[in-house]
């Protein structure tokens, strides 16, 4: 007892916090934190039945769970073990105990992941982070929207007008957003917004890198212009 006392006295000294409220965040997120036997990286702990988070769930919730709380570390290692799994440019769903394969039947959670790592990198903004990005998660990103772009599991793909079919959306959640179609509005409002954090990475690596600074910058030129073409198609529902 007096162990976990010590350690939670340590852990709320480095955030720094002084109001109540955000100390019992920090405690709340502290709890939920846990090292995934399967990823080798930190994961979250949904509720017993004990059950590696939710994938959707962890991404909606990364700001508040790891930014807000100051936990600096287990933001990379999220991001890390979420970059390591993805499997034609799906982001994994679900991890459970006994199960070494993830489980991929979301079609939003790869969109979640570019708002969190750009909620990472707009928290962090060193030249560390930067380079993770560049080196480890770029690849993924790009590797997202390419599916995305030309057709993927779950019905996912970009039509004609720029906005995405998601035919067979199958989540945890049940859908909230307006129909559009077979265009769920608010996966769409997602892929507009992953395109725009997309536009803004790509635009942030060149203006770091000493090599190929102009190819991040045509990237994000032809991005912003798919983003202009995905917000008027939205707008025209």
């Given at each position: 007892?007096?162990?976990?006392?010590?350690?939670?006295?340590?852990?709320?000294?480095?955030?720094?916090?002084e109001?109540?409220?955000?100390?019992?965040?920090?405690?709340?997120?502290?709890?939920?934190?846990?090292?995934?036997?399967?990823?080798?990286?930190?994961?979250?702990?949904?509720?017993?039945?004990?059950?590696?988070?939710?994938?959707?769930?962890?991404?909606?919730?990364?700001?508040?769970?790891?930014?807000?709380?100051?936990?600096?570390?287990?933001?990379?290692?999220?991001?890390?073990?979420?970059?390591?799994?993805?499997?034609?440019?799906?982001?994994?769903?679900?991890?459970?105990?006994?199960?070494?394969?993830?489980?991929?039947?979301?079609?939003?959670?790869?969109?979640?992941?570019?708002?969190?790592?750009?909620?990472?990198?707009?928290?962090?903004?060193?030249?560390?982070?930067?380079?993770?990005?560049?080196?480890?998660?770029?690849?993924?990103?790009?590797?997202?929207?390419?599916?995305?772009?030309?057709?993927?599991?779950?019905?996912?793909?970009?039509?004609?007008?720029?906005?995405?079919?998601?035919?067979?959306?199958?989540?945890?959640?049940?859908?909230?957003?307006l129909?559009?179609?077979?265009?769920?509005?608010?996966?769409?409002?997602?892929?507009?917004?992953?395109?725009?954090?997309?536009?803004y990475?790509?635009?942030?690596?060149?203006?770091?890198?000493?090599?190929?600074?102009?190819?991040?910058?045509?990237?994000?030129?032809?991005?912003?212009?798919?983003?202009?073409?995905?917000?008027?198609?939205?707008?025209?529902?």
């Amino acid at each position: 007892l007096l162990k976990a006392k010590s350690r939670i006295e340590k852990l709320l000294k480095e955030t720094g916090f002084e109001e109540e409220t955000e100390n019992a965040k920090v405690l709340m997120a502290d709890q939920s934190l846990l090292q995934s036997q399967y990823t080798g990286y930190v994961t979250v702990l949904e509720k017993k039945p004990w059950k590696l988070g939710n994938g959707r769930d962890i991404l909606l919730n990364f700001k508040q769970l790891v930014l807000d709380t100051q936990k600096y570390k287990q933001a990379k290692e999220i991001l890390i073990s979420f970059s390591k799994n993805v499997k034609n440019g799906l982001m994994p769903n679900e991890f459970t105990k006994g199960e070494k394969k993830p489980v991929y039947n979301s079609v939003d959670a790869s969109l979640l992941y570019f708002e969190a790592v750009y909620q990472y990198i707009n928290c962090m903004d060193d030249d560390e982070s930067w380079e993770l990005l560049k080196e480890e998660i770029f690849p993924v990103l790009q590797q997202i929207l390419n599916a995305y772009r030309r057709g993927t599991d779950l019905h996912i793909k970009m039509q004609e007008n720029g906005l995405l079919n998601a035919g067979d959306v199958v989540s945890f959640d049940e859908w909230q957003g307006l129909p559009c179609g077979e265009k769920p509005y608010e996966v769409n409002e997602l892929w507009l917004n992953a395109l725009l954090h997309m536009e803004y990475i790509s635009r942030g690596i060149a203006k770091r890198s000493k090599e190929k600074a102009a190819d991040y910058l045509a990237y994000a030129a032809g991005l912003n212009d798919l983003s202009v073409w995905v917000k008027d198609s939205l707008s025209r529902r």
